[in-house]
């Protein structure tokens, strides 16, 4: 054992000396400078009920009309404005007003000329005199250089005949009402507006269901073999008119199947119609309960008092 | 970078994040801290093991062969007894030494009953090879217990890793990596060294092993060779 001693010191220290190394390279192969990475922001998101987004959105009553821009049509093509029934009609006209125009364009100097000279040289034929003659040739010479001027003139018209264009044509085929609107996104408003009808939250506030509730264990006389522990539970459905009565008689939507059910039901029943009118509900919210489903349980409604 | 520089580097700005090795383990729980420990020295144990081994393979295979070529080579046992006696090499050496001991001491004391010589001789050279497997396998146990427990050990130092990371997730109630990071970077760590230790010492395991099996064979074909050799020189001379 003796001899073999050594050589394990020599190993172990070969061992441990290599370790170090190791670990060195690791240490230097392994440092991570850290990085100036920018600390993303955190986005908070609220987690908000439909309660409150509808109460969010839903209108006031004496909100200012938003003011609406007039209805500018569609712009299916940018640089085509006109609708497309204007354009039928000019084209069916321009040939007469281009007529008219081209003749009010020329220089007025030179036409007033022209008809007096085809005029007046036939009465003025009888006097003959060279002068004249002399004067009338060049006057035709000049009423010629017009002439060839005024040659233009009608072939204008001919160039703005309408060519075919596929945009007029598809505007002609297009029979939707011009003065569509684009409901753009920027079109929303955040303005306080009249609101949808049934923006409101579709809830009864918490005071008046629970008057709701007192009202109806106060007039309700639970049938013999109910009490607070009972498993019995019935649900109604309330038809109310605005001033909170009864529109006609309550019905039930389910109840738990039992030997005291019929009992429990008709005295649910009862206490419904002993407890009207429900004052305690807002004319306001009518919408919201104009219909009601009344779910009676023991526990509930005799567990209070 | 030595290991001054990062300490003076960590010192300024400890509770930063700098994510150098060392700030790993020295912020580390102390039940990581003592794993990562202890795996190191299992990591430095085993190699220390694994050269020594080497080593002493390499010699007992030089001097079997260097021995059985000098064997067989037709010079007289005597003389080969003589020259071997004086330093006993390991493996087959050793052997025959014993053997030749044995028989010496049989003739020496005069004792002439031949009868029970070949048994003695066998039994010699069964304890001499016990003796020489049981220095050839001494310490393969540290190799195979920590290949085998290595990666437990790593796995204990993840679970109190990942326990810190979540306890310090309770602390701050804040989720963000700043917070889970450190916890979860010493855990990795920990799993890391223990399969550091217990690789390279299940690798070497096998191989001394098998090497250990090796060894064992030649001694024991040496053995009967020898002791029907023994037994030939027995019979003649009864």
Sequence with gaps: MKEQSTPMRGSLTISIIGHVMVLGLCLVAFTIEPTEAPAIPTMTVDTISIKDFNQLTQGVKDAPKLKVDEPKPVADKIDVPKPADQVADKVADKPEIKTETVAKQEPKPEPKPDPKPADKPKPKTPDYKPDQIADLLKKDAAKEQPKTDTKPGPEKPAQNTPKFDADQVAQLLDHRDPRRQVAAADALNNQASVGASNGAAAQLSQDEISALRARISSCWSPPAGVDSNSKVRASLAVFLRLDGSLARPPEMVEATPSPLGPAFIESAKRAVLSCQPFTMLRPEHYQQWKELQLDFDPKELLGGG | ?238
């Design chain 2, 1 to 238: 970078m030595t290991l001054a520089d990062i300490v003076s580097a960590d010192a300024p700005g400890l509770t930063s994040s700098n994510l150098s090795l060392f700030h790993l383990f020295w912020h580390a729980h102390w039940i990581v801290e003592t794993v990562m420990v202890g795996l190191l020295l299992c990591s430095i144990w085993v190699w220390a093991i694994a050269l020594n081994k080497t080593l002493l393979f390499k010699r007992i295979r030089r001097s079997g062969d260097h021995f059985e070529q000098a064997f067989w080579s037709g010079r007289s046992l005597e003389e080969l007894y003589r020259s071997l006696s004086a330093k006993p090499e390991h493996s087959t050496g050793v052997l025959f030494v014993a053997a030749m001991r044995e028989w010496k001491r049989s003739f020496e004391g005069h004792a002439r009953s031949f009868a029970g010589l070949q048994m003695r001789i066998e039994k010699v050279m069964d304890v001499a090879i016990a003796r020489e497997i049981e220095h050839m396998e001494s310490r393969l146990l540290v190799l195979a217990t920590v290949g085998s427990a290595g990666p437990f050990i790593g796995l204990f130092g993840t679970v109190a890793g990942i326990m810190t990371s979540f306890q310090s997730i309770a602390a701050s109630q804040n989720t963000s990596l700043a917070v889970v990071a450190p916890g979860i970077a010493e855990a990795l760590f920990a799993t890391a060294i223990g399969l550091v230790a217990a690789i390279p010492a299940t690798i070497f395991y096998n191989k001394f092993t098998s090497e250990v099996n090796r060894q064992a064979q030649r001694l024991e074909g040496f053995a009967d060779e020898f002791t029907a050799i023994l037994s030939r020189q027995i019979d003649e001379r009864e």
